[in-house]
T-cell receptor, first 116, second 112 residues
Framework: NAGVTQTPKFQVLKTGQSMTLQCAQDMNHNSMYWYRQDPGMGLRLIYYSASEGTTDKGEVPNGYNVSRLNKREFSLRLESAAPSQTSVYFC???????????????FGDGTRLSIL | SQKIEQNSEALNIQEGKTATLTCNYTNYSPAYLQWYRQDPGRGPVFLLLIRENEKEKRKERLKVTFDTTLKQSLFHITASQPADSATYLCAPDTGGGNKLTFGTGTQLKVEL
């Protein structure tokens, strides 16, 4: 059971470079999320997708774009990386849609991104 | 703005004792609250969910309470074991869809 798979696990970028973080889930979940986790800040929501074909901004969306490619995959793109985007990025999914609220979120093991 | 507070200081307890972690929230009234466990280098793992109309929820050695008057949730681990050592995150719902707002977590260390 793979659950939520994130690639890559580690990445070092130079300021101004672009990259895409990949996320895929095999649980047939409708909702998917991207978070960043920084020391002392907790997990902060960047973007989420309530269902295939929809995306919405979270708490800290600036500098990021997302694509919900299909039901399984939700990617996060940094167009021009900045040192402030150095963080650990987590993707999550949940079964929630419509009346099916209050469902737990299932997380991947993160991508550790350093921007020099 | 919505604010969630968890004790940032690590909690050290002896094996066999009960660990109690606190989550306080302000400026909103969540319909439910979830607790997660996070180990170093890993993503959070869901433990328990409690709804606003539930006072208490149990699962094996875990117990969660939810006091909407005090705006507080308590997370208890009874008969704690060294394997329970981890960071525990509380996450009240944000009020739209299934979005959550996570606290910064409390690190628990269970010593022999």
């Amino acid at each position: 059971n793979a659950g939520v798979t994130q690639t890559p696990k580690f990445q070092v970028l130079k300021t101004g470079q672009s990259m895409t973080l990949q996320c895929a889930q095999d649980m047939n979940h409708n909702s998917m999320y991207w978070y960043r986790q920084d020391p002392g800040m907790g997990l902060r929501l960047i973007y989420y997708s309530a269902s295939e074909g929809t995306t919405d901004k979270g708490e800290v969306p600036n500098g990021y774009n997302v694509s919900r490619l299909n039901k399984r995959e939700f990617s996060l793109r940094l167009e021009s990386a900045a040192p402030s985007q150095t963080s650990v990025y987590f993707c999550a999914s949940s079964a929630s849609q419509g009346a099916q609220l209050n469902q737990p979120q299932h997380f991947g093991d993160g991508t550790r991104l350093s921007i020099l | 703005s919505q604010k969630i507070e968890q004790n940032s200081e690590a909690l050290n307890i002896q094996e066999g004792k009960t660990a109690t972690l606190t989550c306080n929230y302000t400026n909103y009234s969540p319909a439910y609250l979830q607790w997660y466990r996070q180990d170093p280098g890993r993503g959070p793992v869901f433990l328990l969910l409690i709804r606003e109309n539930e006072k208490e929820k149990r699962k094996e050695r875990l117990k969660v309470t939810f006091d909407t008057t005090l705006k507080q949730s308590l997370f208890h681990i009874t008969a704690s074991q060294p394997a329970d050592s981890a960071t525990y995150l509380c996450a009240p719902d944000t009020g739209g869809g299934n979005k959550l707002t996570f606290g910064t977590g409390t690190q628990l260390k269970v010593e022999l």
